[in-house]
């Protein structure tokens, strides 16, 4: 497998703007989560999907995200109006749970940096 | 709930030096507890997993066991290198868990 990607790798936007990211997760991969992840912070959930359907999303996240799969492949997290509380790396994770598929555990993505000016 | 405490950082180590990074958590259910590591500017990268109690999780010199009577899963290395200077992350879930619960991540130094 080619592991999980992201676009772009960085991201400077003005206070006001729209940014939309990409997560490719590892092909057979049936789950796909979201992170957003502060300086000296751990990872913190924002949302999953199992295939196409989104199953959870984190009460932190306010109406401006969104996150799509379309087709249970590649998802995208739009951030609307974006604030300077935004600026942080968005990191996207796939598994599979299928159990026989490497042992349910979550491969990561190298992030997305967006800073917010 | 679920969540993950572990020791607050930065640990700074010479080179050959004994490592340890001490995570315990709190479960409903029984989790798969993992570490993963973090190099600057990278995504999270897993290092070493123990699906049930007293499994012993290993990878690259690192250990971890799954202590399910004191809920710990403290990370180990007998001897540290300076390429191991990274942020280091203890997290749990598991197939009956919707989702993974990070700890805050401890940063390790080493020196040569």
């Known amino acids: 497998d080619t592991g999980v990607s992201q676009d772009p790798r960085h991201k400077i936007t003005k206070r006001g703007q729209n940014v939309t990211f990409r997560c490719d997760p590892i092909?057979?991969?049936?789950?796909l989560y979201w992170y957003r992840q502060t300086l000296g912070q751990g990872p913190e959930f924002l949302t999953y999907?199992?295939?196409?359907?989104?199953?959870?999303k984190s009460r932190l996240l306010s109406d401006r995200f969104s996150a799509e799969r379309p087709k249970g492949s590649f998802s995208t997290l739009e951030i609307q109006r974006t604030e300077q509380g935004d600026s942080a790396m968005y990191l996207c994770?796939?598994?599979?749970?299928?159990?026989?598929?490497?042992?349910?555990?979550?491969?990561f993505g190298p992030g997305t940096r967006l800073t917010v000016l | 709930g679920n969540s993950v405490t572990q020791m607050e950082g930065p640990v700074t180590l010479s080179e050959e030096a004994f490592l340890t990074i001490n995570c315990t958590y709190t479960?409903?259910?029984?989790?798969?507890l993992f570490w993963y590591v973090q190099y600057p500017g990278e995504g999270l990268q897993l290092l070493l997993k123990?699906?049930?109690?007293?499994d012993k999780g290993s990878n690259k010199g690192f250990e971890a066991t799954y202590r399910k009577e004191t809920t710990s899963f403290h990370l180990e290395k007998g001897s540290v290198q300076v390429s191991d200077s990274a942020v280091y992350f203890c997290?749990?879930?598991?197939?009956?868990?919707?989702?993974?619960?990070f700890g805050s991540g401890t940063k390790l130094n080493v020196k040569p």
């Open positions: 994770a796939s598994l599979s749970s299928n159990l026989a598929v490497r042992g349910y555990e979550q491969f």
């Open positions: 092909s057979e991969h049936n789950r």
């Open positions: 999907f199992q295939n196409e359907a989104q199953l959870e």
């Open positions: 479960a409903t259910g029984y989790p798969s």
């Open positions: 123990a699906t049930k109690a007293d």
């Open positions: 997290a749990l879930g598991g197939y009956n868990f919707n989702k993974f619960y």
